[in-house]
């Protein structure tokens, strides 16, 4: 080869180089995204860990759930960043924690707050990954659609219109709004998530040039608890288990907790409609509706080139009252609210029916999906990358996880211990290894101080201002 030659070649180097340096100040790659994994990033909304694999619930059939964690790491002490959709999914998906942002609430919107956050599926995207996404994964109220490539239905509209009954309530429940339940005379097909699904699966059969980023979002079971009728065939009412509950357990709980609960509401117009077994039936059912989709979507994934190289995290966005703490839905900062699901799989790392018992995080997934996909790192992420855990479940972890409801009402939960401390200075502490639900609170007692002062340790040192409140 010519002198000039060899010098026109290491001058296209010398540029190429360049140009990857000038990109990589704005957080872009160009680097080896043919090698890397394509993600598959499944959201489930309002989810407990009422499913088959955590033992929430002895009645539920979720096959299909229990199948995904059988594959990999089914992490059983998941807990979100705040037991609410919009916080809860605004801090996953941006890797910074309600204290810090100050978005705290459903009412808040969080771009407002987060202004220059680079979401996940924008981190991906400037990694040369193709990020399209379907059904709810920000909050429905506040969609991002400068986080995606394409979207479906569209960047504004982020799941299709459910079929609704003709006549509500179904529940018999006077101004309830949308906590009802009952079966609808549909098909699965018509079902807004069964049309999401029916969209990932259409991508998943798609030839891709470039690695792909995508993300499921999955409505059910959040209320209203509207699916078809052969769902609620498989939990009849009368037959039903209910949750354990402790008529006085409030009894011991701080003025905030209390008022968190609201007993004199949803709980009370429940007992006094004779509702608490059909509203239970109507949740598994959701659940299991939830794991068809879930079922067909892996099946897909299964059958494409793709099985081999894709990573597989699901998630819920918090968990569930349905009585527990005489309590309804989620907003609280006890076990039920507080506790999800989350699972992953990712070939070449984890291995079938791992199961990990660490208190891990929402906020962890962000950096966790850095890490297994090789991108570089990035900073300013709140949360710590699980990949450790995925490789050895059984690795020391010494982070509880950390959940925030409103401005400086904090949860702090190790493998053993709860410990609440709210805006005004009171607490709660359980011991879970003796009180699986909860019912004692031990905050009071001079013996555990020691627990306490360890527990608190993990306190957010800043609290946020609260981000403004949507005007509606």
Known sequence: MAQATYRGVFLKLLAAAAVAAWLGQFGFSIEGEKDQPNVLFIAIDDLNDWIGCLGGHPDVQTPHLDRLARQGVLFTNAFCSAPACN?????????????TS????????????LRDAQTIPQYFMAHGYRVIGGGKIFHGRYPDPP????????????????????????NGIPNTAHFDWGPLDVGDEDMGDWKVTDWAIKQLGKEH??????????????????????????????????????EDDLEDIPPIGVKMARPGRDHKRVIEYNQWRNAVSAYLASISFTDACVGRLIGAL???PYARNTVIVLWSDHGWHLGEKL??????????????????VVPGITQPNARCTRPVSLIDIYPTLIDVCGLRAKEGLEGKSLLPLLKNPSASWDRPALTTHGRNNHSVRSERWRYIRYSDGT????????????WTNLADRPEFAKVKKQLARWLPKVNAPDAPRERR
Request: avoid cysteine; aromatic fraction near 14%.
């Open 87 to 99: 916080p809860s999914r605004a801090s996953l998906l941006t890797g910074i924690l309600p204290s």
């Open 102 to 113: 100050g978005v705290y609430l459903n009412s808040q919107p969080w771009r407002p707050a």
């Open 147 to 170: 986080s995606w490539h394409e979207y479906f239905p569209s960047k504004t509209k982020t799941r299709p219109d459910d079929p609704v009954p003709p006549k509500r309530p179904l």
């Open 209 to 246: 040039e470039e690695p792909f980023f995508l993300a499921v979002g999955i409505f059910r079971p959040h209320l209203p608890w509207y699916v078809p009728k052969t769902y609620f065939k498989m939990y009849s009412p009368e037959h039903i288990t209910l949750p354990n509950v402790k």
């Open 302 to 304: 299964e059958r494409s």
């Open 327 to 344: 309590h309804w839905r989620k907003f609280a900062l006890w076990e039920e609210a507080t506790h999800n699901v989350l699972m992953m």
């Open 427 to 438: 607490e709660e502490l359980y011991d879970r290894q003796k009180d699986e639900m909860e």
